[in-house]
């Protein structure tokens, strides 16, 4: 089965800076390349997704890139606000008659030091 | 106008206990889930049903019995509940058109064991 493996697990930087988090995944029919952002007591909510036939992607100050040789993809986060501060899952999914699948990262939980 | 519900929010019991956990979604999807995020934060998938048709099974312990009266509603159902089983509960749907897409997470069901 799929295994995604997230780093780092915990990251600090300071408001204005950027972030990146970096992901792995093992199922090379893997298709679909979610980011779901959790802040404390909430639910996973998706901030920004990628499919595999696109190498990147960017949603104002949120951008993400995959690289299907590498099986590699990365989150990032430019001029973080306080407001970022949240604990960051990558996901990893393929298209499969109804049977898809999210295989998540171990989490990363970002700090923005005001 | 809430896409995916739960019921209930915070759920506490004595070991040994049986106890349900009920999610509904209005968005008109095919597939629903259940996962478990454990005290680390890690999140794992469960179950999946489509159409009211069981999916995924994710070696989860028989103990856990999830049903599925429409495609609308997934409930989950605990017997002989045990301390490890203390965690919060995620349901979520997605289309389930065969593509893999964005999945709507409820809000939690926070489970503690005493």
């Known amino acids: 089965g799929e295994n995604v493996e997230q780093h780092p697990s915990t990251l600090s930087v300071q408001e204005g800076d950027s972030a990146v988090i970096k992901c792995t995944y093992s199922?090379?029919?893997?298709?679909?390349f979610p980011w779901y952002k959790q802040e404390l007591g909430k639910r996973p909510q998706l901030i920004i997704d990628?499919?595999?036939?696109?190498g990147e992607k960017k949603d104002q100050r949120i951008a993400v890139t995959l690289n299907k040789t590498a099986k590699h993809f990365s989150l990032h986060i430019t001029e973080t606000q306080p407001e970022d501060s949240a604990v960051y899952f990558c996901a990893a999914s393929k298209s499969n008659f109804g049977n898809e699948k999210l295989t998540f990262g171990t989490g990363t939980r970002l700090t923005i030091i005001p | 106008d809430t896409a995916v519900s739960q019921t209930p929010k915070y759920l506490v019991t004595q070991m040994g206990n049986d106890k349900s956990i009920k999610c509904e979604q209005n968005?008109?999807?095919?597939?629903m889930y259940w996962y478990k995020q454990d005290s680390k934060k890690f999140l794992k998938i469960m179950f999946s049903y489509n159409n009211k048709e069981l999916i995924i099974n994710e070696t989860v312990p028989n103990r856990f019995s999830p049903k599925s009266p429409d495609k609308a509603h997934l409930n989950l159902h605990i017997n002989s509940l045990e301390l490890g089983d203390s965690a919060v509960y995620f349901c979520a749907s997605t289309e389930g058109s065969g593509r893999a897409n964005e999945q709507f997470f409820g809000p939690g069901t926070r489970l503690t064991v005493l």
């Open positions: 199922d090379s029919a893997s298709n679909y």
């Open positions: 990628i499919r595999s036939n696109v």
């Open positions: 968005l008109g999807h095919d597939t």
